[in-house]
């Protein structure tokens, strides 16, 4: 086979070539049938006649040679001829491999250079990204601690503002809500734990004359002066002196019995009878009510206690006043 010949197209090759197998089936055979036919005969005995014989015989190898040539049609010929068929196809779009096919085409590097830049940039950009996601980061977690600081402050502004609110502004001590709190809680302790609890009303007799007579910086002066002789002398830590409004206090002495309480509040008015206020101001006295509560003496409730102290103040400030009188 030459050169020429392979270089040949397939569209002019294939159907030549079949064309010239198509021939050679169909002269070969019929030639080959009547070989066989004529060997079978023979086999069998011979002809009865030469006419008769060459008669059946040529009708044999007829009807051999077509029965033949169908199968050999549908078996290999068509089948051949759909792969020439799919050979043409190929050879109508050609695709050679030569080496300016095989490098790439110059839009093909642009394209190429471009998706490079592109991914560069991208991950430039990534990187940009987790630079500012960490700065993002220190500034949460500054603004965090800045957060944290800032509710401390406010926490020990809502403790101090809650403390305010429960002293007396003038005073130092408790006021009327800080007291009502200990009163109820002090009340059930006692009674939880049958105790003892007295409870001393105090009031700063004909102070209103004496606030009139020196003026109001002097009877601020005189009350301040009573809430401090107070702290001094009740300063357990159960101990609880208030400023229920005006020149009125009170004294709440968990464990403390009547008669107790009775000795500690007759010393206090010594003591504040001979306290004198500067620049000659002269003294103050104390009217006091006092009401204790005990396993054998209970009360009801912690608002019974205070009326019972009360009451026991009204009798001393109409006995004649600077005196203790006791709740009955």
């Known amino acids: 086979m030459t050169t020429d010949s392979l270089a040949e197209p397939l569209d002019h090759a294939v159907p030549r070539?079949?064309?010239s197998l198509r021939l050679r089936l169909t002269l070969g055979v019929?030639?080959?049938?009547?070989l066989i036919v004529a060997v079978f005969e023979w086999s069998l005995g011979g002809f009865e006649s030469p006419g008769e014989g060459l008669a059946r015989t040529a009708w044999l190898v007829l009807l051999l040679s077509a029965a033949q040539l169908l199968l050999v049609e549908a078996l290999l010929l068509r089948p051949l001829r759909q792969l020439a068929a799919g050979c043409e196809a190929m050879e109508s779009a050609p695709v050679p491999l030569t080496p300016e096919a095989a490098a790439p085409a110059p839009g093909l590097a642009a394209e190429l250079d471009r998706i490079g830049h592109a991914m560069l940039r991208a991950r430039g950009s990534l990187w940009q990204?987790?630079?500012?996601?960490r700065e993002l980061k220190r500034?949460?977690?500054?603004?965090?601690y800045l957060l944290q600081e800032a509710q401390a402050a406010l926490d020990a502004n809502q403790r101090e503002l809650a403390s305010l609110a429960r002293t007396d502004e003038l005073t130092g001590i408790a006021n009327q809500r800080a007291f009502d709190e200990a009163l109820r809680r002090e009340f059930k302790r006692a009674q939880r734990q049958r105790g003892l609890l007295a409870?001393?009303?105090?009031?700063?007799?004909?102070?209103k004359q004496f606030n009139l007579a020196h003026g109001p910086d002097?009877?601020?002066?005189?009350?301040?002066?009573?809430?401090t002789l107070l702290s001094d002398r009740f300063k357990r830590d159960t101990d609880v002196v208030a400023r229920l409004g005006g020149e009125e206090f009170v004294a709440l002495l968990p464990g403390f019995g009547m008669a107790e309480a009775q000795g500690v509040l007759e010393s206090?008015?010594?003591?504040?009878?001979?306290?004198?206020?500067?620049?000659?101001h002269g003294s103050l006295t104390l009217s006091v009510g006092l009401s204790a509560a005990s396993p054998a003496h209970p009360y009801l409730s912690a608002q019974a206690l205070l009326q019972a102290a009360d009451e026991a103040l009204y009798i001393a400030k109409h006995a004649g006043r600077d005196r203790l009188s006791l709740a009955a």
């Open 17 to 19: 070539r079949l064309g």
């Open 30 to 34: 019929p030639l080959l049938t009547g």
């Open 129 to 133: 990204q987790d630079q500012n996601a």
């Open 139 to 144: 500034e949460l977690a500054q603004q965090r």
């Open 199 to 207: 409870l001393a009303v105090l009031d700063l007799d004909q102070f």
């Open 218 to 227: 002097v009877g601020d002066l005189a009350l301040q002066r009573v809430a």
């Open 268 to 280: 206090l008015r010594d003591e504040l009878r001979s306290l004198r206020l500067p620049d000659g």
